[in-house]
């Protein structure tokens, strides 16, 4: 694994100390005169919290429209390594509490991923994790199983890179299935209860996959 360097790490900090101080700023003046009474201490802290992760996701996708997070193999020192690891950051440090909590309703965990730059279609949902949310397009009436993993970048050693994961319409993902880096599944397809579809697979509309490493099971109707 590549190691983060200094400077981004230096980026990201400045990030969050805006969001911290955005947050703490926000809550003294919309709270800190109110007569909160024996509760105060408490009031005041959880309402920074959620000010925290609101800030978090406006600063997050502000970075991200001043520097896209893009496909490829990421080279090291370039501009390119910057967003991806200030990404990494942002993720381990602030929203993987968000993404693999089974504290947060369903429903509510699909406002956060569109907030992190997810493309989720109408009634898309996911019990799961989507751990790259700017690189993963799902279309509608989608669901995601629970513990279920989608991912769009891979680790190997040294070498980062990334690549978008495409799901079609009435797609379901099984829990615990494991969809990697550059997988592209089409519309009615089924992916099986812990199942792993390896990078780079192409899953055909109405296809039911299974396995692991994940093989088709059933061809589409028509199909052989």
Not at 140 to 155: E, K, L, Q, R, Y
């Amino acid at each position: 694994m590549r190691a983060i360097k200094p400077g981004q790490v230096a980026v990201f900090l400045c990030l969050l100390l805006l969001i911290l101080a955005l947050a703490i700023g926000t809550t003294a003046l919309a709270f800190g005169a109110l007569p909160l009474g024996d509760f105060r201490g408490v009031t005041l802290v959880a309402a920074a919290l959620v000010l925290v992760y609101l800030y978090a996701f406006l600063v997050y996708r502000l970075f991200l429209l001043a520097l896209p997070l893009r496909e490829g193999e990421v080279a090291e020192h370039t501009r390119h390594e910057l967003v991806a690891n200030v990404n990494i950051l942002f993720y381990l440090l602030l929203f993987n509490s968000l993404i693999r909590t089974h504290f947060i309703p369903v429903p509510l965990q699909r406002l956060i991923y569109l907030a992190l730059g997810a493309r989720l279609g109408s009634n898309t949902y996911s019990a799961g994790a989507l751990l790259d949310p700017p690189l993963t397009r799902i279309g509608s009436n989608t669901i995601i199983g629970h513990d279920a993993v989608i991912f769009a970048h891979v680790i190997e050693g040294a070498r980062l890179e990334l690549k978008a994961v495409h799901i079609g319409d009435t797609v379901t993902i099984g829990a615990k299935a494991v969809v990697m880096a550059g997988v592209q599944i089409g519309d009615n397809a089924i992916v099986s209860t812990g199942a792993v579809v390896t990078k780079d697979t192409r899953i055909g509309a109405g296809e039911i996959w299974g396995g692991i490493p994940a093989r088709k099971i059933k061809s589409a109707p028509g199909q052989t």
